[in-house]
């Protein structure tokens, strides 16, 4: 497994893993001996639903197509609880309970689209996923620099960041297991295969950016902004005091609290919600962001602490494709 991940624990982990083992099964009997290689070759992307929404796939593709990244197959989703549970699984296993709430309500809101890029840069000692990996920035604002996709797709959040990856060859596996369905599978790779056997086709980025027009069905984009969400909120808190003072009393308490420790997710949105049903969901999503953005992590680690990533770049993983496999032409 060292062509696929740098990680001990999640070799050990996936080993018992059911969607990893029914994936890598598909994968495997796909792809055969050359299982390895296509893999580090490949990268997962998911765009999240505020890069739906607020149609910022068009400008993550050309950032992309400028890093080397050329799409070879997308689906749109949507996650529910059980996928969002199960695709960071080991990662949120230390994760507070009301940052889980507040996480899955962000990644079920809406659409998501699914993309498997190949990846035609000039690195060539990592896979293509670790490439992703660094030049996507971390999910920690103050550790991205301008040139990462977050940074220029102009996140300052932790959790609105856009964009989701899969972090190594073995996580991509995992993560098809998760989210793709037994059937789609099975055409996903035959899809992929042909993709890379021919030179990369720029319409199929057109289809992507209309594709992912499509899911948004003509809705405005929510406003992204903390500090101008936190000031509608602070209006809605004013016009209510008379109407609902409790509800008000209790959301105030909450937001002076969350100054050490984000509130209890699910009260926060019940508390909002008696004062203000149509109070839009986005605008909920982005105040638990900001709220976040000051409370404690976890105290205690996860299951796989370690993404790997490191490890390919000090040379600890095992390349099968020190030189690109190409297209014929």
């Not at 893993?17 to 296509?38: M, N, Q, Y």
């Not at 068009?58 to 080397?68: K, N, P, V, Y």
């Not at 069905?217 to 406003?223: D, L």
């Not at 900001?290 to 000090?314: E, F, N, Y």
Request: glycine share 6%; hydrophobic share 45%.
């Amino acid at each position: 497994m060292k062509a696929l991940t740098t990680v001990d624990d999640k070799v050990r982990h996936f080993s018992q893993d059911i969607f990893f083992r029914e994936a890598w099964a598909d994968v495997k009997a796909a792809l055969g001996a050359g299982t390895e290689a296509v893999l580090q070759r490949l990268a997962l992307i998911v765009f999240k639903p505020e890069c739906v929404a607020t149609d910022r796939v068009a400008d993550s593709w050309e950032l992309l197509l400028e890093e080397g990244f050329h799409p070879v197959y997308w689906r749109p989703f949507t996650h529910d609880r059980l996928t969002v549970r199960e695709l960071w699984r080991y990662r949120w296993s230390a994760l507070p309970l009301q940052r889980l709430h507040l996480t899955e309500a962000q990644n079920t809101i809406g659409p998501s689209l699914l993309t498997v890029a190949r990846y035609e840069g000039p690195i060539r000692h990592v896979p293509a996923s670790v490439v992703l990996n660094r030049v996507k920035g971390p999910s920690d604002p103050a550790r991205r620099h301008e040139r990462h996709l977050r940074t220029r797709l102009g996140s300052d959040s932790a959790l609105i960041n856009y964009l989701h990856a899969a972090d190594e060859p073995l996580d991509i596996v995992r993560e098809w297991g998760v989210l793709i369905p037994p059937d789609e599978r099975l055409r996903m790779l035959a899809v992929i295969s042909a993709k890379l056997a021919a030179a990369p086709d720029p319409a199929d980025v057109t289809q992507i950016v209309r594709d992912a027009r499509d899911l948004t069905g003509g809705a405005a984009p929510p406003e992204l902004d903390y500090a101008k969400v936190r000031a509608g909120l602070d209006d809605l808190l004013r016009s209510e005091r008379a109407r609902h003072p409790q509800a008000v009393a209790q959301v105030r308490a909450m937001l002076m609290a969350a100054q050490g420790q984000l509130p209890d997710w699910r009260e926060f949105v019940a508390q909002v919600r008696a004062m203000a049903p149509g109070w839009p969901d986005w605008n909920l999503v982005v105040t638990g962001a900001g709220l976040a953005s000051h409370a404690a992590g976890p105290d205690r680690p996860a299951s796989i602490s370690d993404d790997g990533t490191v490890g390919w770049w000090r040379g600890e993983g095992k390349m099968v494709l020190n030189q690109r496999a190409t297209h014929s032409t």
